[in-house]
């Protein structure tokens, strides 16, 4: 009976722990994605300074 009640245990354990772990993948690619965003703005920012040190002006654009 004790073995029933440890294999039980160990499997509400699993299940646990599989639920953090789709959890931490969610959280995963949403950092992965994040991370793309930053990539792409500062790929964006870096092609007006180049543009802008092209125009002979070395200064961002006013909004």
Same mark, same amino acid.
């Given at each position: 009976?004790?073995?029933?009640?440890?294999?039980? $245990?160990? *499997?509400?354990?699993?299940?646990?722990?599989?639920?953090?772990?789709? !959890?931490?993948? &969610? +959280?995963? #690619?949403?950092?992965?994605?994040?991370?793309?965003?930053? $990539?792409? *703005?500062?790929?964006?920012?870096?092609?007006?300074?180049?543009?802008? !040190?092209?125009? &002979? +002006?070395? #200064?961002?654009?006013?909004?």
């Amino acid at each position: 009976m004790a073995k029933l009640f440890e294999a039980a $245990r160990l *499997a509400r354990e699993v299940r646990a722990l599989q639920r953090e772990n789709e !959890r931490m993948l &969610g +959280r995963m #690619q949403e950092l992965e994605r994040e991370l793309a965003y930053e $990539r792409r *703005a500062s790929q964006i920012a870096q092609q007006w300074q180049n543009l802008w !040190r092209y125009d &002979g +002006r070395d #200064q961002t654009p006013m909004e």
